[in-house]
């Protein structure tokens, strides 16, 4: 079975600067999908970020971007010029391809922002 | 503009009760999700529906069933509640992945919240 752990239930980071959160997932598939989400306080679900396993490339969203290693199965999400807005749950997740793809989220990370 | 609904934001239900939970999206997809999320838990998969009356068991499917009538509307039902349903629900959908390689962006609800006392 497919698994996704993130190891940091909290982060920190000082407005401006960068941060990295961590994922790592278990999964014998060799096509698949790996998300970040973003969940505010409002606890709608914002997608922040998304690589398809077949790219080599890291995909990268303005000051988001991602380190994916493949055969370590390693996920990790970069924010570069930390803002205020930022601070929320963030939340890793696999989907292999497929139809009846089920989405697997990590357990979630907290980050705070400080000014 | 997508859009995922969920009628109910707030919800608090005696044990015992049978508790409907509706979520309605209006971008034609054909796979939607029932996600229970807790604290240090994450999101758990309850169960999801690929088409119109077809529907897989999730992770976490005890104590639940859904309902999948018709293609925009997919509902959450505990049978009999129990206090140990107290959470947040997460209804998301996203289009079909047949013939596609990408990857579908899933919208979320906004989530409701219930309480079982």
């Known amino acids: 079975a497919q698994t996704v752990t993130q190891s940091q239930p909290e982060m920190s980071v000082q407005e401006a600067e960068t941060v990295t959160l961590s994922c790592t997932y278990d999964?014998?598939?060799?096509?698949?999908?790996l998300f970040w989400y973003k969940q505010p306080p409002s606890r709608q679900m914002i997608l922040v970020i998304r690589q398809e396993a077949y790219k080599q490339q890291n995909a990268t969203e303005n000051r988001f971007s991602v380190n994916f290693q493949k055969a370590a199965k390693s996920f990790s999400l970069k924010i570069s010029d930390s803002q205020l807005g930022d601070a929320a749950m963030y939340f890793c997740?696999?989907?292999?391809?497929?139809?009846?793809?089920?989405?697997?989220f990590g357990q979630g990370t907290t980050l705070q922002v400080k000014p | 503009d997508v859009k995922v609904t969920q009628s109910s934001r707030y919800l608090v239900k005696r044990t015992g009760e049978k508790v409907f939970l509706e979520c309605v999206q209006d971008?034609?997809?054909?796979?939607m999700f029932w996600y229970r999320q807790d604290p240090g838990l994450g999101l758990r998969l309850i169960y999801f529906s690929y088409d119109v009356k077809m529907k897989e068991k999730g992770d976490i499917p005890e104590g639940y069933s859904v309902s999948r009538e018709k293609k925009e509307r997919f509902s959450l039902i505990l049978e009999s509640a129990s206090t140990n349903q107290t959470s947040m629900y997460l209804c998301?959908?996203?289009?079909?992945?047949?013939?596609?390689?990408?990857?579908?962006?899933?919208?979320f609800g906004e989530g409701s919240w219930l309480t079982v006392v």
């Open positions: 998301a959908s996203k289009t079909s992945d047949l013939g596609q390689r990408i990857g579908n962006t899933i919208y």
């Open positions: 971008m034609d997809h054909e796979n």
């Open positions: 997740a696999y989907r292999r391809s497929g139809n009846t793809g089920k989405l697997i």
């Open positions: 999964t014998s598939e060799s096509d698949y999908y």
